[in-house]
């Protein structure tokens, strides 16, 4: 019988993953490196459970040894995703996770050809990030095959869980990202704004690094792509203010100071807000010609669907016969949100 991780799992998405997969009849192991709520938590589902850090590779690829498939949920993502993709290289034990991180996608994508020589997936970015604008993003490719810009967008109000806000107070010294004639650029906080409708009516939106500016153009092969969110007029002012200080909100004490906070002060949804509210998705090609297509989907809540997408992928890669670097829709499907 195939195995399979969970690493991370007493964060915020690794604990919502694996009690829905104690709902749905899976039995992963529960991994992480705090020994007390590891085992806590696997002894409370039943699960075994295994303690380990990310430090050594070899370590890591020791407690992968019998694992098919490991899906990584401890973020940020820049810090554990590399050693726990060497491990997997190692340990011929396909590699999968929730971030959202441009870098974390492009180092992933490096080790292409790694991948394949081990026969084993790497498939980064199977939650909320980026499983659902990753599927929007190649439904319009099919729809305008010469499309030379790409768009995407959602609307959620669902609030941070703590890994996903740390992650974003490291990118605030990184600046925004888009990607322009086949490159990823880097660009000032809050670099464009228009008014978008995604799909509950108009809003004033803003750019921002998300990892389909990586995942879309590998998916699509569009050269020119773009990410929004709604955002008030006064963060989008905050946002460009904070373009000046930039390099000061890079340094360590600042970051330490910043993601202390959080740590004591973000929780993510409870439940019930999970399942009152849902995310809107929007998406725009256009073409040389200044052809346009838009398509709009409404999900559900961000991490209800980092939940259940990041156990369908988890099938899916257990039945798997592919090896190499993918993105979910890549890997599956562009209806992979129909599955959900």
Not at 14 to 20: D, S, V
Not at 77 to 93: G, R, V, Y
Not at 167 to 184: D, M, P
Request: net charge positive; with cysteine.
């Amino acid at each position: 019988m195939k195995k399979w991780m969970i690493y991370g799992a007493n964060g915020y998405s690794g604990e919502l993953i694996a009690n829905y997969a104690k709902q749905q009849s899976f039995s992963p192991i529960i991994a992480g490196r705090n020994s007390q709520t590891i085992k806590t938590f696997a002894n409370d589902l039943g699960f075994e459970s295994r303690v380990f850090d990310l430090s050594s590779p070899t370590i890591i690829a020791q407690n992968l040894h019998d694992v098919d498939v490991v899906i990584n949920c401890a973020g940020p993502f820049s810090h554990t995703a590399k050693a726990m993709i060497q491990a997997c290289l190692n340990s011929q034990t396909h590699y999968l996770d929730i971030t959202g991180e441009i870098a974390v996608f492009e180092m992933a994508k490096s080790f292409d050809k790694q991948a394949k020589e081990a026969g084993i997936v790497l498939c980064p970015g199977v939650g909320f990030d980026v499983i659902p604008t990753d599927c929007l993003a190649s439904q319009l490719k099919e729809l305008m095959p010469d499309a030379t810009h790409l768009a995407l967008g959602f609307d959620s109000k669902s609030g941070f869980s703590p890994g996903t806000a740390k992650t974003s107070v490291e990118g605030l010294a990184s600046g925004g990202k888009i990607r322009e004639n086949g490159k990823i650029i880097s660009v000032p906080l809050a670099y464009k704004t228009r008014k978008i409708d995604f799909g509950n009516g108009e809003k004033l939106a803003m750019s921002i690094p998300w990892g389909d500016v990586s995942t879309a153009h590998f998916t699509t092969k569009i050269p020119n792509i773009e990410v929004y969110i709604p955002a008030s007029p006064n963060l989008v002012k905050k946002l460009k203010r904070m373009n000046y200080i930039r390099g000061l909100l890079g340094l360590g004490f600042v970051q330490n100071f910043l993601k202390n906070r959080i740590e004591k002060s973000v929780r993510g949804p409870t439940d019930k807000q999970r399942q009152k509210l849902k995310t809107y998705l929007w998406g725009e090609v256009k073409n040389a010609k200044g052809e346009c297509k838009t398509v709009r989907l409404e999900t559900d809540n961000g991490y209800t669907l980092t939940m259940t997408g990041g156990l369908k992928m988890v099938e899916h890669t257990l039945a798997t016969t592919k090896s190499g670097y993918y993105t979910p829709s890549t890997l599956v499907n562009n209806h992979l949100l129909d599955e959900l």
